[in-house]
C-alpha cells in the first residue's frame, strides 16, 4: 500500500514540476522562478553525483570541477569548433566525463590502492591540472574562453524554458540514478565499502569494479549536468567553471543533507540553493559566505548523519514549521522567494534544536544495553 | 575421510627480513574444527590473510576446493565459499545488526540468486540461529562484545562458506560467553563447514579442536590430536620459551 502511495506522490511532484512553466507563463510570474528551480535541478545533480562515490563509498572527492568541467567544456568546444548538435554535444560531455572519472579510477583503485585525504588530493588535482589544460590549449580555450552561439530550441521553447524542461530531466535521471543504486547490490557494496572496505573484500563485494562503477556513474551524471549547463552559461571560462565553487558548494549540499542516503543531496542542495540565492544579491556576497559556513558548522555539529536521516521521524513537523515561517514572511509582504529562503531555514533551524533537545546521546543508550545484558 | 577443503602447500611470506611464513603446509576437511595456535608472532595471522588473499603470497600454492585459487583477489575467494572472522570484530557501523548479517548474504557463496529483500530475510533467520533475533534493528554501537562477535559469525555464516577461518573469536569473553560462542562452532561444524580457529585460550581449544596445528616462528611445529599436541615437549618449549636441547 504505502508502496503505491509513494509511487503516486513521486509521480504527482514530477507532473506538478512539468507544469510549472505553463502555471508561470499563463499567470505572468517572472521568468526567474523557472531559473531558480533550473539551477535547483542542477545543484541536485551535481550533489547526486558527489554522493554516489563520496557519500555511499566514503571516497572524498575534491575533483567534482573535474567532471562537471568536462561536461561543460566537452559539449561548449563540440558545439563551437565542431557544430555538433546540442544533444549530441551534452552527451559526449556526459561520455567524456564518465571516461576522466574511469581514468582516474584505475590510477587510484587499480595501480595505487589511494583512500582517505590522498584521494581527494588527486582528484582536486585533477581538476587544476583540467583547469591549466583548458587555459592553455587554444583548441580547448587557450584563456580567451567560448562563447556559444544562440541555439534555438524545439516546440518554440524560449531558452529558459528549454533549459528548465532539461534541467528537470537530468536532475531526474541523477536523482533516479542515486535512488537505484541506493537500493541495490552496488549501492549495498557501496555501503560496506564505505564502513570497512577490507572486510567488505573478505565477504565477497568485488570492491575494485563496484568503485569503478560509482565514479563512473558520478563521472557521467556531472557531465551530463555540465553539458547542459554549458547551454546555460553560454559564455563558457575556465576560471569560472574549475573555480573552487561547484567543489566546495557540492559538499557542503551532501553534507547538509546527508551523505548516506539517495535523499541526502536533494534536500542538501534544496536548502543551500536556496539560501545561497537569496543572499547572493548586491552586497551581501561576503556575509553570505560567512552565513552558509555558520549554517554548515552548526548542522554538521548537531546532524552529524544530515537532515535527511532525521526527517523520517520529524519531516512532517518541521515541513508545517517551515510552511509557518513562509507564511509570516509572506504576510509580512516579502518576495516569494525570499520568504522561501526564510521558511526553509525555519525548518532546518527547528529540526537543530528538536534533535537536540531531546536524544540522548548514544553512548548513554549502549550503556543502558550493556548494563541490561550483564543483569540477564 | 572427509573432502581436504582448504589447503596451504609450502605457502611463503615475508616482510622486509621477516620471513613469516616458511614452507607452512596445512590441510583442513569439511566438517572439521582445526585449532591453529602457537606464541605471539608466530605467523597465525599472517596464514588467514595468506589464506583469504589479503597478502599476496611469495611462494608455494594455496587450493580450495580442488580450485588453485593462489592469483584470486579476496571477493572471488569469499564467493568460492572461503570465509573469515576477524580478532576484533568489524562490523559495518552504518547499518544495524539485520543489514549487517544480510550483507553476508548479499554477496556470499549464492550472490547471483540474491537480492537485498531476500538477504533481509535470510539475515533474520541467521540471527534466530544465533540467539540475536532481538537486537535485529539496533543500531551495532549498542552491541556487547559477546552480541558484536556473534554477529560477525552470523554475518559470515550467511554467506553459506564451506569454510571458516576465525581469529581469535574467544578473546576477550567471559567464561559463560565463550562457551555460548563455542556452541556456535560446533553447530556450524556439524553442518559439514571446514572451521580453522586460531586460539590463545588453550584450555578452549582443547575442549573445541579435531586437531591441532602449532605454528611456531613461521613453521609448522608439530600437527595431531589436541591430547597428543599439547603435551609435546617442543609445544611446551615454543611457549615457554627456552631451547629444546635443556628439555
Known amino acids: 500500500m504505502s508502496e503505491v502511495r509513494n509511487w503516486g506522490a513521486i509521480a504527482g511532484v514530477v507532473v506538478g514540476l512539468l507544469l510549472v512553466p505553463t502555471v508561470v507563463r499563463a499567470l505572468g510570474l517572472p521568468a526567474y522562478y523557472l531559473v531558480f528551480l533550473y539551477f535547483y535541478f542542477f545543484w541536485v545533480a551535481q550533489a547526486t553525483s558527489w554522493n554516489l562515490i563520496s557519500g555511499y563509498a566514503g571516497y572524498f572527492s575534491f575533483g567534482q570541477g573535474a567532471f562537471y568541467g568536462g561536461g561543460v567544456y566537452g559539449a561548449a568546444v563540440l558545439i563551437d569548433r565542431h557544430g555538433v548538435p546540442y544533444g549530441l554535444a551534452i552527451l559526449a560531455g556526459a561520455v567524456l566525463s564518465a571516461l576522466i572519472a574511469s581514468a582516474i579510477g584505475v590510477v587510484t583503485f587499480r595501480l595505487r590502492q589511494i583512500r582517505g585525504p590522498v584521494f581527494a588530493l588527486v582528484t582536486l588535482a585533477v581538476a587544476l591540472a583540467m583547469h591549466s589544460l583548458v587555459n592553455n590549449v587554444g583548441y580547448l580555450d587557450g584563456g580567451r574562453g567560448i562563447p556559444l552561439p544562440k541555439l534555438s530550441y524545439p516546440f518554440g521553447l524560449s531558452d529558459v524554458e528549454f533549459l528548465y524542461y532539461a534541467g528537470l530531466g537530468v536532475g531526474l535521471v541523477a536523482v533516479a540514478t542515486g535512488w537505484w543504486t541506493y537500493r541495490n547490490r552496488h549501492g549495498w557494496g557501496l555501503r560496506a565499502i564505505h564502513d570497512d572496505e577490507r572486510v567488505a573484500e573478505s565477504l565477497g563485494v568485488p570492491t575494485f569494479a563496484y568503485k569503478m562503477g560509482a565514479l563512473a556513474l558520478s563521472g557521467a551524471l556531472a557531465g551530463l549536468s555540465g553539458g547542459l549547463h554549458a547551454l546555460q552559461i553560454r559564455y563558457v571560462t575556465a576560471d569560472a567553471v574549475f573555480s573552487l565553487r561547484v567543489p566546495l558548494l557540492v559538499i557542503m549540499m551532501c553534507v547538509l543533507g546527508g551523505r548516506h542516503h539517495w535523499l541526502g543531496p536533494v534536500v542538501g542542495a534544496g536548502v543551500v540553493h536556496a539560501l545561497n540565492d537569496r543572499l547572493s544579491g548586491p552586497g551581501l556576497g561576503n556575509f553570505s559566505e560567512v552565513l552558509m559556513g555558520l549554517l554548515l558548522m552548526v548542522v554538521v555539529t548537531t546532524l552529524p548523519e544530515g537532515i535527511s536521516s532525521h526527517l523520517r521521524q520529524r519531516g512532517r513537523t518541521a515541513g508545517l514549521v517551515g510552511l509557518g515561517g513562509l507564511g509570516i514572511a509572506l504576510a509580512a509582504r516579502l518576495a516569494f522567494l525570499d520568504a522561501l529562503a526564510i521558511g526553509i531555514a525555519v525548518a532546518v533551524v527547528f529540526l537543530v534544536l528538536r534533535t537536540h533537545r531531546f536524544t540522548l546521546g548514544p553512548w548513554q543508550r549502549s550503556k543502558t544495553r550493556e548494563v541490561e545484558a550483564a543483569r540477564g | ?247
Open chain 2, 1 to 247: 575421510m572427509a573432502e581436504v577443503l582448504l589447503e596451504l602447500r609450502e605457502v611463503r611470506k615475508s616482510f622486509g627480513g621477516v620471513r613469516a611464513l616458511q614452507d607452512v603446509s596445512l590441510q583442513v576437511r569439511e566438517g572439521e574444527i582445526v585449532g591453529l595456535i602457537g606464541p605471539n608472532g608466530s605467523g597465525k595471522s599472517t596464514l588467514i590473510n595468506v589464506a583469504t588473499g589479503y597478502y599476496a603470497v611469495d611462494g608455494g600454492e594455496i587450493w580450495f576446493d580442488g580450485v588453485n585459487i593462489t592469483r584470486f583477489p579476496p571477493h572471488r575467494r569469499a564467493r568460492l565459499g572461503l570465509a573469515r572472522t576477524y580478532q576484533h570484530p568489524r562490523p559495518f557501523w552504518q547499518l544495524n545488526a539485520q543489514d549487517n548479517v544480510a550483507m553476508g548474504d548479499l554477496f556470499g557463496r549464492n550472490a547471483r540468486e540474491r537480492t537485498p529483500e531476500s538477504a533481509r530475510t535470510a539475515a533474520r533467520q541467521w540471527l534466530a540461529v544465533l540467539g540475536l533475533e532481538a537486537v535485529a534493528e539496533e543500531a551495532v554501537s549498542a552491541l556487547t562484545l559477546q552480541e558484536r562477535r556473534l554477529l560477525e559469525l552470523a554475518r559470515v555464516l550467511a554467506s553459506h562458506p564451506r569454510a571458516i577461518l576465525a581469529d581469535e573469536v574467544l578473546a576477550g569473553l567471559t567464561v559463560a560467553e565463550a562457551e555460548r560462542v563455542m556452541e556456535a562452532l560446533r553447530k556450524i561444524r556439524d553442518m559439514g563447514v571446514a572451521l580453522l580457529v586460531v586460539e590463545h585460550n588453550i584450555k578452549a581449544i582443547r575442549a573445541l579442536a579435531d586437531r591441532i596445528v602449532v605454528l611456531h616462528e613461521g613453521r609448522v611445529l608439530t600437527e595431531g590430536l589436541p591430547e597428543q599436541v599439547l603435551q609435546d615437549v617442543r609445544v611446551r618449549q615454543a611457549y615457554l620459551g627456552g631451547s629444546p636441547h635443556h628439555a
